[in-house]
């Protein structure tokens, strides 16, 4: 078990602005600390342990060490720490650090402070007098007639997906966006946007959301919507940590469904896959009659049929589907969900037909499903446990995650899945390609998307795993994937984005969005003080 050592707070803090001292050349500021605020000292962790895990993420590519871990058990811990920072006289760096599920070190801090957010996720006690025993402190369902259907839930920002999943469904009900993976928290993915197969219909996780709660980099503690304090609530939604700390959101809920028609479909012509994935998510009708989740994924012969995604196809067919990956060297899964609950049960299976109607698909490679709600919105994580068991999930992970424009999908299959993959031949773990609706993204908030005006755009991820020893030659492959592009002019964005220099951020997110993302960090942030590692604004 981690412990604190007895340094007093004066000391860690030293410790933390020696660094930016050293680096403030032709600067006569001294530093100095006249806070006694013990509650920040008694929070303060500096064992080898903590530290440690503060300087590693999921992606195992960036280390970068941090002066001191932050364990709040309170949000006012959160305000207190940030004020602190803010009123110096040479201010330290904090991230907030929610599951480390970043790639590149964006919730790092080095010589600076991470704030670990699960100190702030907490249980209530077994209580006679409470209906639901156990039910999670920063979770509660709220019913509002002038919110959308009427119910939303109130979720700290610390805590995770599964767990908000699992407590709405108590009430019937459930968020309409999800991550693929529920593992991560709340904080961590509106940060970025949150997106998945859900996106196309019900947009990503940051257009669900009312309001939120939000430590600015001043140590304000602001509460934020679309109607009140606008700029702030815009800009933290896909801002990536740079305004504030996300405290709590409040979320749109809808009645959750029972059950799920889940299909997979085998094709060997990419532009019939993405003819048909287009014409899916732009179909018109009811409510009932529209799919609920889409994406798609592209088979090779470098790695197995199923993987940690999810098992889908049968065992039994897997010698027939490798026969045709080695016929075509490349095949595209499609992958759609309908929803349905016992009062629809009886339609689902023509709904589903009624879909398919048209589909040019390859004839005998129909796979289809039908497993609980919670079974399908969770299907990493059997994945994930097993890939622990063997001692595979926490090894590198050089994932390039982007948007690419629906008019250059077709050029960015000839170069990239029929070239560049095919040539280094390496490629391991899932590599999705699936579109999305341009009219479902909030161009006020902070996430960027495609600036073509197009009404779709695709989101391709190359979700890699290797050894410590080869994780450089994905590394190149996704920087040769880079360079295709620019060189074909594709005008695409990373998600998951992750840049060196400040000229490759204002490119990034287009010259009037980088104006107000700059405007925004001046007035939330004005001493550059949050997330670091996502290197905007601190580039050292």
Known sequence: MSQNYPFPIYFILLIITIPRLISTVGKTEQWKFTTKNSNISQKLINDPKAIELASSDYGNLVHEFPAAVFQPSTVNDIVSLVKLSYNSSVPFLIAARGQGHSTRGQAMARDGVVVDMKGLRRLKNNNKNNEHNNKNVGIEVFEDPKVGFGYYVDVGGEQLWIDVLYETLEYGLAPVSWTDYLYLTIGGTLSNAGISGQTFRYGPQITSVHQLDVVTGKGEFVTCSKQNNSELFNGVLGGLGQFGIITRARIALEPAPKRVKWVRLLYSDFSVFTKDQERLISMKGNKNSALDY??????????????????????????????????????????????????????????????????????????????????????????????????????????????????????????????????????????????MNRNKWDNEMSATIPDDEEDIFYAVGFLHSSGFDNWKAFDAQNKEILQFCNHAKINYKLYLPHYSTQEEWTNHFGPKKWKTFLQRKNEFDPRMILSPGQRIFNNN
């Open 294 to 435: 889409l994406e798609g994924m592209v088979l090779m012969n470098q790695g197995p049929i199923n993987n940690w995604r999810s098992s889908f196809f049968p065992l039994t067919d897997h010698h027939r589907i490798l026969s045709l990956v080695t016929q075509h060297t490349v095949l595209y899964c499609l992958e759609i969900a309908k929803y349905y609950d016992y009062h629809s049960e009886n339609n689902v299976n023509k709904e589903i037909q009624v879909l398919l109607q048209g589909l040019n698909y390859i004839p005998g490679f129909h796979y289809e499903k039908n497993v609980s709600f919670v079974e399908f919105l969770n299907r990493v994580r059997s994945g994930e446990l097993k890939l622990q068991s063997q001692g595979l999930w926490d090894v590198p992970h050089p994932w390039l995650n982007m948007f690419i424009p629906k008019s250059r999908i077709l050029d960015f299959n000839l170069g990239v899945f029929k070239k560049i993959i095919q040539k280094r031949n390496i490629t391991t773990g899932p590599v999705l390609v699936y579109p």
